[in-house]
């Protein structure tokens, strides 16, 4: 009844709510995008996307197929292999950005895991930006992080906003320095933050650095400062910054999956994953 590649397109859109940025990680048109979009609404008699010129989102309905769409491609894969008789085997050096720790991630990992059993599976948990510097070294097969936006390489996972947050009775003092919380470089959403205080000309100061997630919520819950955080990704306990504290808007981040050498053993294992991660990527927010 519902085709696997419309299956595939409606979560592409649905992970990146949007149309274009849903073609360019597929390599199809728009046009057949939103043609896949339509048959799937016509196969289910359903309206899954709420759009309009300027936006995209899912209807209710929309969200109750993301589980359904991600489950029939998990069994569509399952079934391919078994009669294929293809089997994915190998060692991956797998890197996430500590952006995912509060997230499903790690029952992708574990679906994975249970689908390839023959796959050596080596986790790294690092900043955005040294897992690129490692995937550069060759010290990483695949890395799921934080894109640079000067950086086009890479597979679009999702795209979202970055916001100030703090803990819930944080209150700006306007006769101070904004107090940050930030990663160590190479932290992306260090440099954007420092970045977008400067183009404003808003004094700033560092009262925490980490290198982990759970040391700058540790921090921001004991209402420290403030620090820049992906939207969908706002850790509990935790709020956004209200506009009307005046610091600057720091723009958008995208989240994507990028390949080291395809010429090495990895390269099966590598797509397998990556594969997994894209059809399970409506688990990628927090839990």
């Known amino acids: 009844m519902y085709d696997p590649s419309h299956l595939r397109t409606f979560l592409a859109v649905a992970q990146t709510l949007s149309f274009t940025q849903a073609a360019r990680r597929l390599g199809l048109r728009q046009s057949t995008v939103s043609q896949h979009v339509r048959r799937l609404e016509d196969a289910t008699g359903r309206t899954l996307f709420a759009r309009d010129t300027h936006s995209v989102a899912l209807t209710e309905d929309g969200e109750a197929m993301l589980g359904f769409a991600r489950r029939i491609l998990e069994v569509h894969e399952q079934a391919t292999a078994f009669f294929t008789g293809t089997r994915v085997r190998g060692r991956l050096r797998f890197g996430a950005s500590e952006d995912f720790v509060l997230t499903r ?38 890395v799921l992080a934080k894109r640079r936006p000067e950086d086009p390489r890479g597979e679009l996972v999702r795209h979202d906003q970055l916001v100030w947050i703090a ?35 808003r004094a700033w100061r560092i009262v925490c650095t980490s290198g982990s997630l759970n040391g700058l919520i540790a921090a921001a819950r004991a209402g420290l400062g403030v620090m820049a955080h992906s939207r969908g990704l706002i850790p509990p306990g935790l709020v956004r910054v209200p506009d009307r504290v005046g610091l600057p808007e720091l723009g958008q981040v995208d989240f994507v999956l990028a390949h080291g050498d395809r010429r090495t053993a990895a390269q099966g294992p590598a797509h397998a994953l990556a594969t997994a991660i894209l059809a399970g990527g409506d688990r990628l927010h927090r839990r």
Do not use: C, M, N
């Open 105 to 142: 991630l790690p029952e992708i990992l574990e679906g994975f895991r249970y689908e390839h059993p023959e796959v050596d599976l080596e986790l790294t948990v690092e900043l955005s930006g040294t897992l690129h510097e490692q995937l550069a070294a060759g010290k990483l097969d695949l």
């Open 167 to 201: 803990g819930e009775h944080w209150r700006p003092d306007p006769d101070r320095p904004v107090p940050l919380i930030v990663y160590p470089p190479p932290g992306i959403t260090r440099a954007r933050a420092l970045q977008a205080l400067e183009r404003q000309g």
